[in-house]
T-cell receptor, first 112, second 111 residues
Framework: NAGVTQTPKFQVLKTGQSMTLQCAQDMNHNSMYWYRQDPGMGLRLIYYSASEGTTDKGEVPNGYNVSRLNKREFSLRLESAAPSQTSVYFC???????????FGPGTRLTVT | RKEVEQDPGPFNVPEGATVAFNCTYSNSASQSFFWYRQDCRKEPKLLMSVYSSGNEDGRFTAQLNRASQYISLLIRDSKLSDSATYLCVVNLGGATNKLIFGTGTLLAVQP
C-alpha cells in the first residue's frame, strides 16, 4: 500500500514550457486535491475533485488545469509555465466520511 | 486577517521540555480541526485531530476552544525527533471539505 504517489519529484522548466504532474492513490479514496506550498504561506488549494468525473477550482487555479483520469489518478497540467509557478506541489486524497487528507511526497518545480 | 494564524517561531527548546503552540482561526463555521506535522522538504502528515473535549495521544495533547476560535498543541518531554514544523489546519466542511492551513510553527529541539 503506497498511499499517495507523485511524479516527478523534481522538475525544472523554462518559461512557456508545459508539463503534467501526476498523482495516484491506492487507498480507494473518493476525493483528491492539488495544493501548492510557497515560503511564508500556508498550503493553498489549486483544484480538487470531490469524486471521479468532477473537478472544481480552488483558491489559486489560474494557469493550471486538472484531469481526474479515474478514481486513482488526478493530474495537474501547466500549459505555459511562468516563474510565479515555482513552488512545491502536493497532491492529497480523502475518503468519504472522514475529514483528514493524506498527502503525497510532493513535486519541486522550478520555472526559469 | 489570515484565516488561520500561527506564531511562526522558531521555538528552540531543550530535550525534555514542554512546549505549547497556539493557533487562531477566523471562520466561526469551521467544522473540524487538525494538527499536521511537516518535516523539512517532506509532505505534511496528520499528527492528530482536535476535538472540543480535548484529546491526548501519548506526549501530545490538543485542545479546541470554539468560543475563542483557538486551538492548541502541547508537547511534553520533547524529543529530538519532534523537531519539525507544526501546521494548524481547519476544515470549513461542506462539499469541498476545504482545508485551510496555517503557515506553521517551527520547533527545534536541542540536545
Amino acid at each position: 500500500n503506497a498511499g499517495v504517489t507523485q511524479t516527478p519529484k523534481f522538475q525544472v522548466l523554462k518559461t512557456g514550457q508545459s508539463m503534467t504532474l501526476q498523482c495516484a492513490q491506492d487507498m480507494n479514496h473518493n476525493s483528491m486535491y492539488w495544493y501548492r506550498q510557497d515560503p511564508g504561506m500556508g498550503l493553498r488549494l489549486i483544484y480538487y475533485s470531490a469524486s471521479e468525473g468532477t473537478t472544481d477550482k480552488g483558491e489559486v487555479p489560474n494557469g493550471y488545469n486538472v484531469s481526474r483520469l479515474n478514481k486513482r489518478e488526478f493530474s495537474l497540467r501547466l500549459e505555459s509555465a511562468a516563474p510565479s509557478q515555482t513552488s512545491v506541489y502536493f497532491c492529497a486524497s480523502r475518503t468519504s466520511g472522514r475529514d483528514e487528507q493524506y498527502f503525497g511526497p510532493g513535486t519541486r518545480l522550478t520555472v526559469t | 486577517r489570515k484565516e488561520v494564524e500561527q506564531d511562526p517561531g522558531p521555538f528552540n527548546v531543550p530535550e525534555g521540555a514542554t512546549v505549547a503552540f497556539n493557533c487562531t482561526y477566523s471562520n466561526s463555521a469551521s467544522q473540524s480541526f487538525f494538527w499536521y506535522r511537516q518535516d523539512c522538504r517532506k509532505e505534511p502528515k496528520l499528527l492528530m485531530s482536535v476535538y472540543s473535549s480535548g484529546n491526548e495521544d501519548g506526549r501530545f495533547t490538543a485542545q479546541l476552544n470554539r468560543a475563542s476560535q483557538y486551538i492548541s498543541l502541547l508537547i511534553r518531554d520533547s524529543k529530538l525527533s519532534d523537531s519539525a514544523t507544526y501546521l494548524c489546519v481547519v476544515n470549513l466542511g461542506g462539499a469541498t471539505n476545504k482545508l485551510i492551513f496555517g503557515t506553521g510553527t517551527l520547533l527545534a529541539v536541542q540536545p
